[in-house]
């Protein structure tokens, strides 16, 4: 079935510094991927939606200029943390939309933990 | 606003018994719901979801769900538990027309003893 990757699985990071987390559709294009993000026994939240080849659009709340999304392909999202802290420790999730049947696939997850 | 209460932080079931999960949604329109489950390490999987018609749905391993709109509920059921179904399940809620933008509840951690 199709499978989304989530890379990497957990990240420690500096005060201050930037990072990476990708997501992948590895057999399937996705037009739309979505990222989310959960605090320890507390639901995930929506932060934004990503279009492949457009900008994305984040829910009410979330700063763009720090969470930066970029959908390059049909295949890969990339979230990055900038100038992190740690109140941006948190679990970060992706979703990825199957283009030809609008199914929805989800990764394994990012725990990230800024010290 | 839309919204989803999981009012069960953590259930606990035998193996073999029944099993129901609660899920209250608040919601202008005709909702799209889905029940996910969660297990450590891996990503969310979908177990059933509703948007029209019947409003008994079924899942996959043996799941259930049923949409009653007078109570705004959509519960999640399973008749026999295993222990391979302990695991964190949310309901969630699409927000608009965007299939995957998603309102979740908090999450249900189901613990289940042999």
């Known amino acids: 079935g199709a499978v989304v990757s989530q890379h990497p699985s957990w990240v420690i990071c500096k005060s201050g510094t930037s990072v990476k987390i990708e997501c992948r559709s590895l057999?399937?294009?996705?037009?739309?991927m979505f990222w989310y993000r959960q605090f320890p026994k507390q639901s995930l939240m929506l932060m934004a939606t990503s279009n492949e080849g457009s900008k994305a659009t984040y829910e009410q709340g979330v700063e763009k200029d720090k969470f930066l999304i970029n959908h390059a392909s049909l295949t890969l999202s990339t979230l990055t943390v900038t100038s992190a802290h740690p109140e941006d420790s948190s679990f970060y999730i992706c979703?990825?939309?199957?283009?030809?049947?609008?199914?929805?696939?989800f990764g394994s997850g990012t725990q990230l933990s800024v010290l | 606003a839309q919204s989803v209460t999981q009012p069960d932080i953590h259930i606990t079931v035998s193996e073999g018994a029944s099993l129901e999960l609660r899920c209250n949604y608040s919601y202008g329109a005709t909702p799209y719901l889905f029940w996910y489950v969660q297990s450590p390490g891996q990503g969310l999987q979908l177990l059933l979801k509703y948007f029209s018609g019947d409003t008994l749905v079924q899942g996959i391993k043996g799941f259930e769900a049923e949409f009653k709109r007078s109570q705004s509920s959509f519960n999640l059921r399973k008749p026999s538990v295993h222990w391979s179904d302990a695991a964190e399940y949310f309901c969630?809620?699409?927000?608009?027309?965007?299939?995957?933008?998603?309102?979740f509840g908090r999450g249900t951690q189901l613990t289940v003893w042999p």
């Open positions: 969630a809620v699409a927000r608009g027309s965007t299939l995957g933008r998603l309102y």
């Open positions: 979703s990825a939309r199957f283009a030809a049947n609008e199914k929805l696939f």
């Open positions: 057999d399937f294009q996705a037009t739309t």
